[in-house]
């Protein structure tokens, strides 16, 4: 039987959450950040990942790069460096820890689960390496060359 899942995409946190992430990654000044991009799935194990031949995360931060001028890209086989999901109201945080075990055996080097109710974004290296960053810190990752006040994800 497979999981039902309740979306909150449209709702108000999730929606502002995601539009100031995107801001502030952008304005960093060195990445592409994409929203809610199809990215390439099917060479993952389907016996191994509970996952469709697409993942769809709800930002993507690419190094900078140009628009597409021709055709269009339909379905990203070229992963982001990070991969952010963003919990919705109704979402069970497991859910999207078992993306993450998708995103990471795709070669996606950072995963953010980033939760609007605890005001908080839990950044993950690796499956069972991850920092926690709370309302009053500032979000700081030198690999990323990423930092900015965490209290900015989360304003109206």
Not at 136 to 141: C, G, R, T
Request: glycine content about 4%; aromatic content about 12%.
């Amino acid at each position: 039987m497979e999981e039902q899942e309740f979306d909150d995409t449209g709702s108000f946190n999730h929606s502002t959450v995601q539009a100031n992430l995107s801001y502030l990654l952008k304005r960093i000044g060195k990445y592409t950040i994409s929203v809610e991009l199809s990215l390439d799935s099917s060479s993952l194990d389907k016996s191994e990942f509970a996952v469709k031949d697409e993942l769809i995360p709800d930002l993507c931060v690419y190094p900078k790069r140009q628009l597409v001028k021709s055709d269009d890209i339909l379905k990203m086989t070229e992963m982001p460096l990070i991969a952010i999901e963003v919990l919705s109201f109704r979402q069970f945080p497991s859910t999207l820890i078992e993306k993450f075990r998708a995103y990471f055996a795709l070669g996606i080097q950072s995963c953010w689960l980033v939760d609007p109710l605890t005001q908080s974004i839990h950044v993950y290296a690796s499956m069972d390496q991850w920092r926690t960053f709370g309302i009053d810190d500032d979000l700081a990752l030198a690999e990323f060359g990423i930092a900015f006040p965490v209290a900015e994800v989360f304003e109206a």
